[in-house]
């Protein structure tokens, strides 16, 4: 945080960093903007309000002092704005996130054993390990928890170490049960293909949390994919079809007795510089296209191809969990799905609930506070 120089002009302030060398420009409104004068002492919220500013300000003067910038108005005002701010926050550069870990590709190399296992109890007491696990869960994408109690909702204790449970049009938490008159296809014992939950919400839920209670049928093993590196092989091999894939909103739709959930949205969501950021892939749940006719050939050409890599093995892992154990993942990354299982030769239960990415992403800046 060590400035070389300062240059001011009448529309903004030039600062030489040692650590670049090269000047960062601030523009006047900017750092009035940021001003502390700017913010409620106490709630830290801006309470400025920018019209009550010229359109431009005017900056005169400004010195270094050990800790801040001090910055001279024509209007009279001074700011002493922290080096540490104008450090963090340099136009242009996104700031630094603890939560912005980059993903780790996979696919189907990636051995059950290579998947990251936390002991329950750990996670329970101590916040270091809380962090390496959410760190590794968040790279990956997915973890599984192991040692849980045999109760319901011992899994969801561990999800609200984390942070709030997302409520769904399913409630609070769900059963992973083989039951009569089922609203959906997790609540029956046929396979479940490779798909991501509620793409049909407007926002899908975040991570997902799955406590084996008991897996005692033959079959129903559990079957996931990463859905980035599936993202990213079809950019690789096929441009025009992650083109389609990603520009063109098809329709989702959940409907039962009691709610009737609809959205558009693109199978592959992209960041701000094309990074690859959710995958909504759930073809039972996909609702009748509705993109104008000459765009629906090519479309279902891609549709097709993304089909087809994830019932490629190549990409898949495989396992069945055992009671005690739970798989968590990203619902907005991993595709997860499940083998057929004879409900007549034993019993299984799962017990399910969702933390959104916002939740998680904020317990691991919080973590991060916290000093080792």
């Known amino acids: 945080m060590n400035l070389t120089g300062l240059e001011v002009r009448a529309d ?23 001003c502390p004068s700017a913010f409620h002492p106490q709630t830290e919220e801006r309470v400025l309000d920018l019209l009550s500013l010229a359109a431009q300000p005017v900056l005169t003067h400004a010195e270094q002092g050990r800790e801040t910038v ?12 922290a080096l540490a701010l104008l450090a963090a926050h340099r136009p242009g550069r996104p700031v630094s996130d603890p939560a912005a870990i ?10 059950p054993g290579g998947i990251p296992r936390f002991a329950a109890a750990r996670l329970a007491g101590d916040d270091a390990a809380l962090e390496t696990w959410m760190r590794q869960t968040a790279a990956l994408g997915l973890s599984i928890v192991d040692g849980l109690a045999d109760r319901v909702d011992a899994g969801v204790e561990i999800a609200c170490k984390i942070g709030f449970l997302r409520e769904t049009n399913f409630g609070m938490t769900f059963e992973v049960v083989s039951k009569p008159d089922p609203n959906n296809l997790a609540y029956t014992a046929v396979t479940l293909p490779l798909h991501t939950d509620l793409p049909n919400q407007e926002v899908p839920p975040g991570f997902q949390f799955l406590h084996c209670l008991a897996n005692e049928a033959q079959g129903g093993g559990s079957l996931f994919a990463d859905g980035f590196a599936l993202a990213e092989d079809l950019r690789a091999r096929d441009p025009e079809a992650f083109r389609l894939l990603s520009e063109v909103a098809i329709p989702f739709r959940f409907h039962d007795r009691h709610a009737d959930i609809r959205t558009h949205a693109p199978v592959i969501t992209l960041d701000r510089v094309g990074a690859v950021r959710e995958i909504r892939w759930n073809a039972h749940i996909a609702a009748t296209f509705d993109m104008p006719a000459d765009v629906m050939p090519a479309y279902y050409r891609a549709y097709r191809t993304f089909m087809a890599m994830t019932r490629d093995p190549a990409y898949q892992i495989t396992f069945k969990l055992a009671a005690g154990e739970m798989i968590v993942f990203d619902n907005r990354r991993v595709l997860h799905g499940r083998e057929a299982f004879d409900p007549s030769t034993g019993f299984r239960h799962l ?8 939740e998680f992403n904020s317990r691991l800046r919080l973590l991060a506070r916290t000093p080792g």
């Open 12 to 34: 903004a302030l030039l600062a030489t960093w040692a650590d670049d060398g090269a000047p960062v420009t601030y523009p006047t409104l900017w750092l009035r903007d940021n």
């Open 70 to 81: 001090v910055l001279h108005y024509a209007d009279g005002h001074v700011s002493h704005i």
């Open 102 to 111: 980059p993903p780790r590709l996979w696919r189907g190399d990636l051995a």
């Open 351 to 358: 017990h399910g609930c969702y933390v959104d990415r916002g």
